[in-house]
Structures are given as C-alpha cells and as structure tokens.
C-alpha cells in the first residue's frame, strides 16, 4: 500500500517549513565532521589523560585501532527505571573488545522522577532538567574521544535530554539503549481506586503506601503507560533501538543479549566502515513524523506533544500541534494500556508488542519505511519480535494477529479511527486535549470556572466541599515561564472524585497533566501562558468556559468590552528552596510550549539568527 495521504501532506508542510533550519544544523554537522575534535587531532597530553585509566583497554584507545564507544548514562540507583544500568557498563566494554572495540563512560546525566517529585517542589525542576540533560550530554561528548555513543535513558525527561544534547554530536553513529519494564505488580486501576478513596478520607496513609508499594516494587520502568514508555515506543518507531528492545524486562538473558547486540550495531555503522549511520541521518523529517505517529497509534503521553518538537528543533526540524492534529484525523488507535485501558505494558508487549504495532502501520503506509535506522533490516527489521534459540538471539516473523485484541488491534479494525489528540484553539489560546482518556460524552464541557494560582488551592476548596457542581477548574501559573511548568496529577483524585458524583468537570491549565493522564477532560499545555498577560490571566471566578474537543474549541464566554476591560492576574510571589532558585534563568528564557518550551534551544536559535 502506498504513503497515507495525509502522512503525506503532513510530512512535505514539515520538510517545507524546515528546509533553512535543517540545512543549517547539517552543514553544522558536516563541518564537525571534517573539523570538529576527535581522536587523531587530540595533541599527546589530551589523549593520555583520557585512557590514563583505561585499563584493559588502554593499549587499544592510545593505539587508535578500534572504535570507541562513548557511554552516556542515566543510571542511579534511587529510580527503578535507571537502576539496572549500574552493570551496564562493564558488560559493554566487553560486548565490544569482541569486536576489537572499547567503551568509556564519557559521562552521567541526572535523572529526575516525576513519580517521586509529584506534587512536591521539586517537580518544579523536572521540565528543565530536560535541558540539564542535553547540556551534560553535550559535556560528556565534548572530549572528542568517541567514534560512537551509547545512549543509556528510559524515562520522562530523560531520553528527550539525551538526544537534544547528542544531536549538536549528529556525526557520530548513536543507539539507544533501554532497561526493560519491572514485573507487572498491583492493577493500575487498582492504585487509582485507592488513591480516590484516600482522597475522600475512605482509607488512610498506610493502606494508601502499600498499594503504591505493591505497584512501584522493583527494577525496571513503571508498567503504566506514561511518558517513559511512550519514549521506548518513540525510539522503536524511530529505529534508534536495537528491534524490540523496549520493553524486555531487566536482568534477563534476552536483555543482556539486546544489549551486546547494540554495542555490536554501533561497531558496524562506523565512519570507517561501509555501513556509516550517523545520528543526524537518522533522525529526519520522516523520522520526527513516525515518532508522532506512534505516540497517537498508541495513546501516549501528551508530554510528546513539548518533548517531539524540542528534539526535532535540536534536529533543525520544525513539527507544531497543527501537525499532530492532522496526523491524529488520520492515525487509528490501535492500544488500550492504561491510563487508557487496563492493561499495562507487560501486557502489551505479550499481546504483540511494538512489533505488532510497526507491522501493522506499515502495512496500513502510515509509517515512513524508508527511514535509515540502526538496525540493518531498516524499519521493517522492527515488525519482529526478539527471542533467544540456544543463547543465540534472532528475531522471529511478524505477528499477523494480536495476541489479544482488548489491548492490541490491527489498523483495519482500531479501537478508535483516530489517534484521540486534539489541538484546541479559541480565546484561551492553544492547548492539547487527550480525547483517547476521555468518554466521547464528556468532550464538550461548558461550565462556570473556578480560578486557582496554586494546586494545593484546588486540593483545599475540593476538601471543602466547593466544586462540588458542574465546574471546568483553572489552574494557571503553571507555564514554563512561571514556575518550570509542573505536573499536576495530584489533582487527578479529586476531580475523578467529582465527575464520579455525576458532576460535569473539567481542567483548564497552562502547566502539564499528562503521562498519565486520566478520564477527566483537561486542556493542558495553554499557550500563551498567564504569565506575564496570557488569556489565563484575564479569567474570573464565575465565567463561563465552553470546551469541545469535537472541533477542538475553547473559549471564554465573556462580553468582549468586559474582557478589554480587565487588569491580569499576577503571579503569586515564587519561593525559593528546592533548588528552584537555581533554574531562574530557564524559567526566563523558556519559549512557548508548542515550540518545546526551552530555554537552551531558544538561547542557541537567537544566536544563530
């Protein structure tokens, strides 16, 4: 079957829009190639202080006869997700003395979790340590060492980070290499119902600690289908990881063996070899675009909808929500894992997996499969399925039929005919809205707003007693620029509380609520923010909201003459702590969030402008 129309006309809007900015990072690129510091042009005294304590591998780094592999690693031991990457390294350095080649640990990157900063002060830091991680990563190649990277990341922010910061490296061949997902535990549902009933007072601490407990229990990726698996699914339908790696669960003999065959991957695309795949060919335009039809074939997280257009800006790409909600009229869903089913990501990888997934969407031309990707087979390698025969790892032939369509079905017969992501527009601005969380019932929400600057507001008039009414709750001064745009999923209880007590109830917000993103209807990612005179800015207690996301509307319902009239809201006073103080200047020079809402990017454009 030939290219999806609209694949089509999306992708050509994109390749036009960026022809000046992708030139110009490929003529960048091409010049550290030719140019830029490596190996051979590091006078004595650099080269020595770098394999000083190599080892093993010293003879070989100084001699200059065999690739090195520069290791960029997310590892702690504090995140689950992360965890697994301790060992890493030491395998890795003897995955490629095998082939003649080394590995060094170039660098680490901080690797933050929204899970453990939820709702805390903290959280107000995990947008930019985005940016924090592109410029580590940026640190960590910057020595020149390197013929190649490996690129050690899972979760939210973290993979972004990775490839924005290893795209300034673009000639350089680079994998990705995942971790797997921990063991299914408690029923996502099964948390979720917990976490309303602490919110209504039904069960307290201690019930509510051990059913998060028995669903967060050991190493390897949370099993709910949230930003950190949606980036495994982004880098399969990229082809930036080893066929099928991403969701294998750690400490496993397949994993172990995905993890070699990625070191070996790096050795063969080499420059010095026939088969030279650099980052900066991989990621594309057509690249950029496979990556947001996957996130709307599988219901992933709206967090994509800042992270995609920051990673293709770092490419010289330029992708807008415009470009997702095109792609979204014509993309079919094709997943139920929760937050949209119940199912988590053990589950659907057993059901067929991103292979299924990649299958299926090719067949349907809703993939680009002429995409240079890491694997040899080109994109198609990545419809099959990993598996050990006598400790010798093969892929077997696509799946034809999923393994259980509750969770998985083909793109002739999806659970949905679209990808269930809408740009809405109107007096408020633009905004994102997650129709496949939501019931079609509940898209069109009009109701009186109640106002907050603060979260913690919204979680005191709850317990008071004052949303309970049909109610579309604002909650502005989230935005990048006010206070590094935060999640709110600690407000995910309460409402879910109300729209269970047959309120209609909705969320209006310029910070984030996504990832996990649940059943109530929310406008998230507004922009423009409120701060400094954003429309969120002008709303009032007691106006009228209409929502739509049937033809992705929003808008205040007030007397134009009135609205003119009014003064903005200010920005409640900022507190210092937390290390919050510290990003001021990201929060300053933050963009919008359609554009990606970074600082770093926006600094580095100005400059080359």
């Given at each position: ?24 990072y490929l ?33 070989t ?43 060094q ?28 991680i ?117 400490n ?11 070191v ?5 695309m ?48 330029i ?49 680009h ?46 659970f ?18 997650k ?19 603060d ?46 007590r ?21 406008v ?36 134009q ?24 200047f990201?929060?300053?020079?933050a ?19």
């Open positions: 079957m030939g290219l999806n129309a609209v694949l089509e006309g999306v992708t050509g809007r994109v390749i036009q829009r960026s022809t000046p900015t992708r030139r110009r003529e960048l690129i091409a010049r550290q190639q030719d140019r830029g510091v490596n190996r051979p042009r590091l006078a004595c005294g650099n080269l020595a202080h770098a394999f000083a304590a190599a080892g093993d591998d010293k003879q780094i100084r001699a200059g006869s065999g690739m090195n592999i520069g290791i960029v690693s997310a590892y702690n031991d504090m995140l689950s997700a992360h965890q697994p990457y301790g060992r890493y390294p030491d395998q890795m350095r003897l995955f490629a003395r095998e082939l003649g080649a080394t590995a640990v170039a660098g680490c990157v901080p690797a933050m979790c929204d899970g453990v900063t939820q709702g805390q002060p903290g959280m107000e830091l995990s947008l930019f340590s985005r940016d924090t592109a410029l580590s990563t940026a640190v960590a190649l910057s020595h020149g060492m390197f013929e190649g990277a490996a690129l050690l990341g899972i979760c939210d922010k973290i993979v972004p980070g990775l490839l924005m910061g290893a795209l300034r490296f673009g000639h350089l061949p680079m994998i990705l290499v995942p971790a797997g997902p921990m063991g299914s535990g408690l029923p996502n549902k099964a948390k979720q119902e917990i976490r309303q009933l602490f919110s209504e007072g039904k069960v307290g601490r201690e019930e509510l600690l051990e059913a998060e407990a028995a669903s967060y229990h050991s190493p390897g990726t949370c099993t709910f289908y949230g930003t950190a698996n949606t980036n495994q699914m982004m880098m399969e339908v990229m082809g930036l990881h080893v066929p099928g790696a991403a969701f294998v669960p750690p496993t003999k397949l994993r172990q063996a995905l993890t070699r065959e990625a070996h991957r790096l050795v063969a080499g420059a010095e070899g026939d088969d030279y795949r650099p980052l900066a060919r991989c990621i594309d335009e057509k690249a950029i675009v496979n990556a947001a039809v996957g996130l709307l074939a599988t219901g992933g997280s709206t967090n994509l909808a800042i992270h995609l257009p920051a990673i293709a800006r770092a490419a010289g790409i992708i807008d929500w415009e470009d997702l909600d095109r792609l979204s009229s014509a993309v079919p869903l094709l997943t139920r894992i929760y937050p949209n089913g119940t199912a988590d990501v053990n589950g659907f990888h057993a059901a067929g997996g991103m292979g299924f997934v990649i299958g299926t969407l090719l067949d349907e031309g809703l993939l499969d002429d995409i240079l990707t890491v694997a040899a087979g080109g994109l198609h390698a990545y419809a099959g399925t990993p598996q050990l025969k006598d400790d010798v790892l093969t892929w077997s032939e696509r799946r034809v039929h999923s393994g259980d369509e509750t969770i998985l079905r083909p793109a002739t017969a999806p949905r005919a679209d990808g269930g992501m809408r740009l809405m527009q109107g007096n408020l601005g633009r905004g994102i809205f129709t496949s969380a939501v019931a079609p019932e509940r898209w069109t929400i009009e109701a009186a707003a109640a106002v907050f600057d979260q913690e507001d919204v979680l005191r008039a709850f317990r008071a007693g004052e949303l309970n009414r049909d109610v579309i709750v604002v909650v502005r001064f989230q935005g990048p620029a006010a206070n590094g745009m935060p999640e709110l999923h600690k407000l995910t209880p309460s409402l879910s509380v109300l729209q269970d047959g309120y209609r109830v909705a969320l209006v917000t310029d910070g984030r609520m996504s990832g996990a993103s649940g059943k109530v209807p929310a998230i990612h507004l922009t423009p923010e409120a701060l400094p005179n954003g429309p969120l800015a002008y709303v009032q207690n007691g106006d009228t909201i209409r929502l739509s996301a049937g033809d992705g509307s929003i808008n205040v319902l007030v007397d003459a009135e609205w003119s009239a009014r003064t903005p809201a200010t920005q409640p006073g900022q507190e210092d702590g937390t290390g919050r103080e510290l990003f001021s990201m929060r300053t020079g963009d919008g969030a359609e554009q990606g809402a970074s600082a770093m990017l926006a600094a580095m454009e100005n400059r080359a402008s």
